[in-house]
């Protein structure tokens, strides 16, 4: 079964660089998930979309913006990068209309800021 | 506000022993979903189940059982006869029925099973 697709699985940045992440979900799921995971952490919501609508937002920092496209695929920017962005970047998809909720996450993307 | 409380940081035990992982949560909302999710050491999130709350209903799927109570606004997690490949960190989640549905997840519980 096809699963949620991040690119690129591993990022190497410099302070103040920019990075997108990109995230393609499951076939027809209509809600897609960004979550930041931090060494040792628990995963943090960022940002969300249904329909590709921003439908709720998390603890994101100003310098960070995302949005999804007509393929429903999503993008992660983020700007003028700090140290502690440094941490795991999951996108998550699932179907919520009419469908079972669970979230599916893809592999995430490694981000290492230096 | 929700909340998802994994008191226990660090379990070990040894291969074929049972354990249980403890999870609490918060919510003022009367509909809403919990999970559990692994994620082994190569990192990546692997969905395990998703129980409603209005179903108390336990669950059993082969070596994974849950058992959720309302009562104690609880939802642990009991692994029988564990394995090696049990060895990975388990993170509790909750969402609730209103907005996004974003999941807010427990600290996580760093489970060894040492052969």
């Known amino acids: 079964a096809a699963g949620v697709i991040q690119s690129p699985r591993h990022l190497i940045k410099e302070k103040r660089e920019t990075a997108t992440l990109k995230c393609y979900p499951i076939p027809r799921h209509d809600t897609v998930y960004w979550y930041q995971q931090g060494p040792g952490q628990d995963p943090q919501f960022l940002i969300s979309f249904y329909e590709k609508m921003q439908s709720d937002k998390g603890s994101i920092p100003d310098r960070f913006s995302a949005q999804q496209f007509s393929d429903y695929h999503s993008e992660l920017n983020m700007s003028s990068l700090e140290l502690g962005d440094s941490a795991l970047y999951f996108c998550a998809s699932s179907l919520r209309t009419g469908g079972p909720l669970e979230q599916y996450f893809g592999p995430g993307t490694r981000l290492t800021v230096t | 506000a929700q909340k998802v409380t994994q008191a226990q940081t660090e379990i070990s035990v040894v291969e074929k022993e049972d354990v249980t992982l403890d999870c609490v949560y918060e919510?003022?909302?009367?509909?809403?979903?919990l999970f559990w999710y692994k994620q082994p050491p190569s990192g990546e999130l692997v969905f395990l189940i998703r129980r409603n709350s209005f179903d108390e209903q336990n669950e059993i799927s082969g070596r994974y059982s849950w058992n959720f109570q309302k009562s104690t606004s609880s939802f642990n997690f009991t692994i029988t006869a564990s394995q090696v490949v049990d060895s990975a960190v388990y993170f509790c989640?909750?969402?609730?029925?209103?907005?996004?549905?974003?999941?807010?997840f427990g600290q996580g519980t760093r489970l060894t099973i040492n052969p």
């Open positions: 989640a909750l969402s609730e029925r209103q907005g996004a549905q974003k999941l807010v």
């Open positions: 919510t003022r909302d009367t509909t809403y979903y």
